[in-house]
């Protein structure tokens, strides 16, 4: 019995520094950070890439699991208000979930369920959950901390890419949540792309450092003078077999639409913008 415990000690050592040395030539890979380069306007630069101060998408999001026979796709529009930090977002398909509502009204998140013919306020202790049975979270959908307030911006260094793997150079930035700062992450490190400042990917650690989930970006297409991502693919890493991607149609920056959007009566009215 000694020497199983001996060797799953002696395994266990060799995974820790298996991971180790992995992490350091990570940061060996990287070029070091030019000086007087500012890490928050890269950020900065990275979040205006994604949103407008009103943005209107249409897209689907495609969930794999273990437990489904086959991959799920949600169908959705959403109109984003970011000056207002409020959204609405309405699904489409599949059909039992077709006119189902999601409307953010700060610091509220308020869901209409059309088969019942209900509107629900999720609670704080639900903001944890899965959305629409994706791997994105509830608090993913209301986003309560910013990026960009919330977080201290460290540049890592320089990712150089390289032709072999088509990946662009990239900065590599450390996000750090604020000491007084309730956020659900202990930790960001993101790509973004030295060229367009586009994100491309980014992993999120708990607050004991362990990394739970990566984001990839990709099929990056310039919109509007921005250069945004149409294919978010987001996988948990603690949850083998799943992963949700997401695809965008159809962007609009600074649209135009009514602020009866905003409205937990347009919520329960039904699909569609508000003319």
């Not at 890592?156 to 088509?166: F, H, M």
């Not at 900065?171 to 000491?179: C, D, I, R």
Request: charged residues 30%.
């Amino acid at each position: 019995m000694q020497n199983v415990f001996a060797r799953a000690r002696s395994c266990a050592l060799l995974v820790l520094i298996s991971v180790l040395a992995g992490a350091a030539r990570a940061e060996e890979a990287l070029e070091s950070a030019p000086e007087g380069v500012d890490a928050r306007a890269i950020a900065l630069r990275a979040e205006e890439s994604l949103r407008s101060d009103r943005t209107y998408f249409k897209g689907s999001m495609t969930i794999r699991s273990p437990r489904l026979s086959r991959p799920r796709v949600v169908a959705f529009e959403s109109w984003g208000d970011q000056g207002g930090d409020r959204s609405m977002i309405r699904i489409h398909a599949p059909a039992k979930d077709a006119g189902t509502g999601f409307l953010k009204l700060h610091p509220n998140l308020w869901m209409y369920v059309p088969r019942v013919e209900r509107t629900v306020r999720i609670p704080p202790s639900m903001m944890l959950q899965s959305w629409m049975g994706s791997d994105f979270t509830n608090d993913d959908l209301v986003r309560e901390s910013s990026e960009i307030d919330d977080y201290d911006h460290r540049l890592l260094g320089v990712d150089p890419g390289g032709r072999e793997t088509l990946a662009p150079r990239a900065w590599v930035v450390e996000y750090t949540p604020h000491e007084d700062t309730a956020v659900v992450w202990g930790r960001i490190v993101a790509w973004l792309s030295v060229d367009t400042g586009a994100p491309l990917r980014q992993e999120f650690y708990d607050e004991q450092g362990e990394k739970i989930r990566v984001i990839h970006f990709s099929e990056i297409r310039e919109q509007a003078g921005r250069h945004f991502p149409h294919r978010w693919a987001l996988t948990p890493l603690e949850k083998p077999g799943h992963s949700t991607t997401i695809e965008i149609a159809e962007i609009q920056f600074d649209a135009d639409f009514d602020d009866g959007i905003y409205t937990t009566r347009h919520l329960e009215r039904g699909a569609g913008r508000v003319d």
